[in-house]
């Protein structure tokens, strides 16, 4: 069955550079979110899109934004990056509200 | 405030053996939905099990099940027959306004429990 895809696996940045991660739910699923997981801490959600538009916003700086495109994929934009940006990244899709798969995560790290 | 909480940083199990991880929550939501996921060192977020707040039976998966405690507010998970491959952190999380088992909302994760599984 397909999963929820995510690149790049990893990434790494230079301090106050951009990044972009990408997101390809699975199939048919109407609904994106984005987490944002520390290094020993549990995942914190930052932004949810529902066929397409933003529908809830968690603790996502103004420095990072995100969309949902016309084909169901999403992308979080990150700028002027800061060291304590690093962090692994997950997306995770839903179907009508049930449950959240997660993809693998991209791992970021910001130098 | 903490809504979910998961009081065992570290679980050791002998393989074969059952095993139960610790999970209370908080919510003034009657309607809502509480998941575990198993995340190995590889990193990435596995789910396991769903309880929804108005399910009257204890949720099974496999060798998986919740012991959900609706008065007591808790959701232990219980691996039974353990395996080398349970070892992993594993995450409580919840998520208010399920209704009928679904919601739109955003997943409340606890502070994770890492099991280790001796041979």
């Known amino acids: 069955a397909a999963g929820v895809i995510q690149s790049p696996r990893h990434l790494i940045k230079e301090k106050r550079e951009t990044a972009t991660l990408k997101c390809y739910p699975i199939?048919?699923?109407?609904?994106v979110y984005w987490y944002q997981q520390g290094p020993g801490q549990d995942p914190q959600f930052l932004i949810s899109?529902?066929?397409?538009?933003?529908?809830d916003k968690g603790s996502i700086p103004d420095r990072f934004s995100a969309q949902q495109f016309s084909d169901y994929h999403s992308e979080l934009n990150m700028s002027s990056l800061e060291l304590g940006d690093s962090a692994l990244y997950f997306c995770?899709?839903?179907?009508?509200?049930?449950?959240?798969?997660f993809g693998a995560g991209t791992r970021l790290s910001v130098l | 405030a903490q809504k979910i909480t998961q009081t065992q940083p570290g679980m050791f199990v002998q393989e074969k053996e059952a095993v139960t991880l610790d999970c209370t929550y908080d919510?003034?939501?009657?309607?809502?939905?509480l998941f575990w996921y198993k995340q190995p060192s590889s990193g990435e977020m596995i789910f396991l099990i769903y309880?929804?707040?108005?399910?009257?039976q204890n949720a099974t998966e496999g060798r998986y099940s919740l012991n959900f405690q609706k008065a007591r507010k808790s959701a232990n998970l219980v691996i039974s027959a353990s395996q080398l491959g349970d070892s992993a952190m594993y995450f409580c999380?919840?998520?208010?306004?399920?209704?009928?088992?679904?919601?739109?909302?955003?997943?409340?994760f606890g502070q994770g429990t890492i099991l280790t599984v001796h041979p």
């Open positions: 199939p048919r699923h109407d609904t």
């Open positions: 899109f529902y066929e397409k538009m933003q529908s």
């Open positions: 919510t003034s939501d009657q309607s809502y939905g």
């Open positions: 995770a899709s839903s179907l009508e509200g049930n449950i959240q798969y």
């Open positions: 309880q929804g707040s108005y399910d009257e």
């Open positions: 999380a919840m998520r208010e306004g399920d209704a009928g088992g679904t919601s739109y909302g955003k997943l409340t």
